[in-house]
């Protein structure tokens, strides 16, 4: 089944829907358990290390699809996020590519996500503590979400297909770099939904105004992407009805139904969308379980492989497939906190619980590579 399909799956064996096989494009995927980009911060200097090897080997299975923690495009791409990831230079790329080995060798799939942050910063991270850039000059409220926020630069109408570019060149590099594809971070807040919604995008040439003129950097990085390392190679990420680092837009359902149908002429391996019920970082409390609704709209006019995020278990993700609502869920926490977390779901096994103190410090075992596997609990 590819995008709507025919509203069923393959299930031979009786097992759980999550856990049943899918064709994603050339990619054949056993099951439906997606390891969602979480930023980790173990990076130095935007430099991936040698545990990451271990943190994304210990989580794949043979078959399965994971997308790396958000990787920058560009030194004006890093953010609050001091470690992060980046893959704009050749350093950072073959580092990336014992990773990509390891995770290969397991039989894993592997995509990148690539993104840039936009006024998500603050101009100690810039170079020669320059502001940040951003659709606009309004800034994010200093101390919100925790951060020291600089007041951006809005890029002027001829910087921004550098820009663009520097999104086709990390692509590139993360090809380059060995990985399967990449998925594009069009969500959350930073430069990308910067532009797309208009809480934030107060622009007055061809990209603010209008939803089509909102939108046109978000497919116009995607038409160079695209043109780089070929459309079954890439994903994107959006999240139309968050309001994440002050970024809301006053008719997300315009939003998401219009990118899911733009998606469609360049015909991009995946759509990933956020579930309504995330709100910031985190779950609305009482809401994994409600049934999904929202994003219907998205998945009905996407044609190829949809993907959902957010408040996601083992029986609402189940549903959310058998129902047809979503071929893949994508885990991030639950992920995170059990590395072997398809093992746990096939016999319904206890969780562990994660540690969200641990989340983004910078130690290369705690929080990150000592989560016990079932045998070991």
Same mark, same amino acid.
């Given at each position: 089944?590819?995008? +709507?399909?025919?509203?069923?799956?393959?299930?031979?064996?009786?097992?759980?829907?999550?856990?049943?096989?899918?064709?994603?494009?050339?990619?054949?995927?056993?099951?439906?358990? /997606?390891?969602?980009? &979480?930023?980790? !911060?173990?990076?130095?200097?935007?430099?991936?290390?040698?545990?990451?090897?271990?943190? $994304?080997?210990?989580?794949?299975?043979?078959?399965?699809?994971?997308?790396?923690?958000?990787?920058?495009?560009?030194?004006?791409?890093?953010?609050?996020?001091?470690?992060?990831?980046? /893959?704009?230079?050749?350093?950072?790329?073959?580092?990336?590519?014992?990773? /990509?080995? @390891?995770?290969?060798?397991?039989?894993? =799939?592997?995509?990148?996500?690539?993104?840039?942050?936009?006024? *998500?910063?603050?101009?100690?991270?810039?170079?020669?503590?320059?502001?940040?850039?951003?659709?606009?000059?309004?800034?994010?409220?200093?101390?919100?979400?925790?951060?020291?926020?600089?007041?951006?630069?809005?890029?002027?109408?001829?910087?921004?297909?550098? *820009?663009?570019?520097?999104?086709?060149?990390? @692509?590139?590099?993360?090809?380059?770099?060995?990985?399967?594809?990449?998925?594009?971070?069009?969500? !959350?807040? $930073?430069?990308?939904?910067?532009? +797309?919604?208009?809480?934030?995008?107060?622009?007055?040439?061809?990209?603010?105004?209008?939803?089509?003129?909102?939108?046109?950097?978000? &497919?116009?990085?995607?038409?160079?992407?695209?043109?780089?390392?070929?459309?079954?190679?890439?994903?994107?990420?959006?999240?139309?009805?968050?309001?994440?680092?002050?970024?809301?837009?006053?008719?997300?359902?315009?939003?998401?139904?219009? +990118? %899911?149908? @733009?998606?469609?002429?360049?015909?991009?391996?995946?759509?990933?969308?956020?579930?309504?019920? *995330? #709100?910031?970082?985190?779950?609305?409390?009482?809401?994994?379980?409600?049934?999904?609704? #929202?994003?219907?709209?998205?998945? !009905?006019?996407?044609? !190829?492989?949809?993907?959902?995020?957010?408040?996601?278990?083992?029986?609402?993700?189940?549903?959310?497939? %058998?129902?047809?609502?979503?071929?893949?869920?994508? $885990?991030?926490?639950?992920?995170?906190?059990?590395?072997? &977390?398809?093992?746990?779901?096939? &016999?319904?096994?206890?969780?562990?619980? $994660?540690?969200?103190?641990?989340?983004? =410090?910078?130690?290369?075992?705690?929080?990150?590579?000592?989560?016990?596997?079932?045998?070991?609990?």
């Amino acid at each position: 089944m590819q995008g +709507m399909g025919t509203g069923s799956y393959n299930n031979p064996s009786n097992t759980i829907p999550l856990l049943t096989p899918y064709k994603m494009g050339e990619f054949d995927l056993s099951h439906r358990a /997606v390891l969602a980009p &979480l930023t980790r !911060n173990r990076s130095y200097n935007n430099i991936p290390q040698p545990h990451v090897a271990l943190y $994304y080997s210990q989580r794949t299975t043979k078959g399965a699809l994971l997308i790396t923690e958000a990787t920058g495009v560009s030194d004006t791409a890093q953010g609050g996020f001091r470690n992060a990831p980046g /893959v704009w230079t050749k350093e950072q790329v073959e580092a990336w590519k014992p990773i /990509v080995d @390891a995770v290969h060798q397991k039989g894993g =799939i592997f995509f990148m996500q690539i993104w840039h942050v936009g006024r *998500v910063s603050n101009h100690s991270f810039q170079l020669n503590d320059q502001a940040p850039i951003s659709s606009t000059d309004k800034g994010i409220t200093p101390g919100h979400e925790g951060g020291e926020w600089s007041p951006p630069r809005r890029l002027k109408t001829d910087e921004i297909p550098g *820009v663009v570019n520097d999104f086709r060149l990390a @692509a590139r590099n993360a090809i380059e770099a060995g990985f399967d594809g990449v998925e594009i971070h069009g969500a !959350n807040g $930073y430069l990308i939904e910067q532009f +797309m919604k208009d809480e934030v995008n107060d622009r007055t040439d061809e990209y603010g105004g209008s939803l089509e003129n909102r939108c046109r950097f978000a &497919l116009e990085v995607v038409e160079a992407v695209v043109n780089e390392i070929g459309a079954n190679r890439v994903g994107l990420r959006l999240s139309p009805y968050s309001d994440f680092m002050e970024a809301s837009d006053s008719n997300p359902n315009a939003l998401a139904t219009y +990118m %899911a149908n @733009a998606l469609n002429k360049f015909n991009i391996l995946y759509l990933h969308a956020i579930e309504p019920r *995330v #709100r910031g970082a985190s779950v609305i409390p009482g809401t994994e379980d409600e049934s999904p609704h #929202r994003l219907l709209s998205m998945r !009905n006019a996407f044609k !190829n492989t949809f993907i959902a995020a957010g408040g996601y278990n083992r029986n609402n993700g189940s549903k959310a497939i %058998a129902e047809n609502y979503a071929d893949l869920i994508a $885990y991030g926490r639950h992920f995170l906190a059990n590395p072997d &977390l398809p093992r746990r779901f096939e &016999l319904d096994a206890p969780l562990n619980k $994660y540690d969200r103190s641990t989340f983004y =410090i910078s130690d290369p075992i705690i929080g990150y590579t000592d989560y016990p596997f079932l045998e070991e609990a």
